[in-house]
């Protein structure tokens, strides 16, 4: 089949499946990075502000690439042999950490201050007041923009094949190798991310249209 | 310390600065228990301010200020304390838009009063009641008109049980119809001996329901008296802002 063998065609899809699984410690351990940054950026405290601001900064300023190879090889200098999974698990935590704090952040701050007060009126604490009244209003914000980082977050994960990640692009990578077939093999890839991202992007445009509608 | 006869709210020469704008120049004035209080004025003319001062939302810069038996002037209060005695109603309702009727009434109960359940929904249905809306409890506010909200809006004040209650111009985003039914049931409160503030624009209003009614002119109470007063006003800036057709 388009002169592939059933083995090379199978041996793309097993590296795709190294990307959902990449996409998915990316999106958990950005999850996790990311609720504590966007609290600290949508902070009262200065010191809170500047310390997650930084973060947001430096990966910001840091080509993806670049970082998967600075955690990567970090690790080793530190004295730790670990798999490149795990690299590019931290690096696309820090990645998508940064980001999703940022989104966030603005999820939180599109609630209209009147609600903070009209909590505070009611005799509720500051954290009564966030996890009743801002966070439940600011998730639903956050749903359409969240969905659509997470394209972003599979597509990005195609970085990992400076490390020698194992995914779909270096899958895609060792089948041109062995056939010679440049652009049947990558267009192959192509088709297989397009069919990850695309109902991601449908799904998002979608909760973006319920959104507007309430 | 409060004897059943002592104010609930005693303003004494309340100073409030926003920068270098001086919005209170020193406001005199005491509410008693089971009084009713119409703070009328311009815009600008600091009755809002003084309004936000009683529940802590602004902290004034001189004077003294007592409420409920808290002194707000002399540093440490415990805000939230005072917010379980003092109630406050918005302009703007703000209600919380993801919560049903029932639940913006029953949080605060909840969580600050560590109410149960069952007896929160109860007293849900008895203030829901008071404002006329028992068969929206299970509603949410968008679906609800203006005049619905703030009469949510009161019911979820009134279901802290609390002393006082400050109505922030309630009635300013309704048109004239529905401006009535929120009125009828400040109405309803005032008759049943709820002690009130509030600012008006309601002249109307403000003469039938309050016991008393404050002019306040640039920062200062100009002329005060009870709501017969609007008919003869004693200062000419009451006169012409009456006469203004306000």
């Known amino acids: 089949m388009l002169g592939l063998t059933i083995e090379q065609i199978a041996y793309l899809f097993r590296g795709a499946g190294w990307t959902i699984v990449l996409s998915l410690l990316g999106f958990v351990g950005g999850t996790l990075l990311g609720l504590p940054v966007a609290l600290g950026r949508a902070s009262k405290s200065r010191l809170l502000r500047f310390a997650s601001g930084v973060l947001v900064q430096l990966v910001q300023g840091i080509p993806l690439p670049v970082i998967m190879f600075v955690v990567y090889f970090g690790i080793s200098i530190a004295g730790f042999d670990v798999p490149a999974l795990v690299a590019a698990g931290v690096a696309m935590t820090l990645y998508s950490g940064a980001y999703l704090g940022e989104i966030w952040k603005g999820c939180i701050l599109a609630v209209p201050r009147t609600q903070w007060e009209a909590g505070e009126c009611l005799a509720l604490t500051k954290t009564q007041r966030f996890i009743f009244v801002i966070l439940p209003q600011a998730l639903r914000i956050a749903v359409p923009p969240t969905v659509g980082f997470l394209v972003q977050i599979v597509k990005n994960t195609s970085y990992s094949v400076v490390i020698n990640f194992f995914d779909l692009t270096y899958s895609a990578k060792v089948i041109n190798n062995a056939t010679y077939k440049p652009f049947t093999v990558f267009t192959i890839a192509a088709l297989i991310y397009f069919a990850i991202c695309f109902p991601m992007s449908l799904l998002a445009s979608r909760f973006d249209r319920r959104l507007h509608r309430s | ?246």
């Open chain 2, 1 to 246: 310390m409060t004897s059943p006869a002592a104010p609930l709210v005693r303003f004494k020469n309340v100073e409030k600065n926003f920068g270098a704008l001086q919005v209170l120049k020193g406001i005199t004035l005491d509410v008693a228990p089971g009084q009713v209080v119409a703070l009328i004025g311009r815009s600008g003319s600091g009755k809002s301010t003084a309004l936000r001062c009683v529940n802590g939302l602004e902290m004034i810069n001189g004077g003294e200020l007592e409420v409920c038996g808290r002194k707000l002037h002399a540093g440490k209060v415990d805000l939230l304390e005072l917010r379980k005695d003092v109630g406050i109603v918005f302009q703007s309702y703000n209600l919380f838009p993801h919560l049903t009727v029932e639940e913006n009434i029953t949080l605060a109960p909840r969580k600050v009063r560590r109410i149960g359940k069952a007896e929160a929904r109860d007293i849900a249905a008895e203030v829901l009641e008071e404002v006329g809306l028992s068969e929206k409890a299970q509603a949410y506010p968008e679906q609800l008109s203006g005049g619905q909200q703030q009469r949510v809006a009161i019911a979820r004040s009134l279901a802290m049980r609390p002393k006082l209650i400050l109505f922030d111009e309630v009635t300013s985003a309704l048109d004239p119809e529905l401006t009535g039914e929120v009125l009828k049931v400040i109405e309803r409160l005032a008759r049943e001996g709820m002690t009130m503030m509030l600012v008006t624009h309601e002249m109307a209003f403000a003469r039938s329901v309050a016991n008393t009614v404050v002019f306040m002119h640039q920062g200062r109470v100009w002329e005060t008296g009870p709501g017969a007063m609007l008919a003869n006003p004693v200062t000419d800036e009451l006169r012409q802002f009456v006469g203004s057709g306000l």
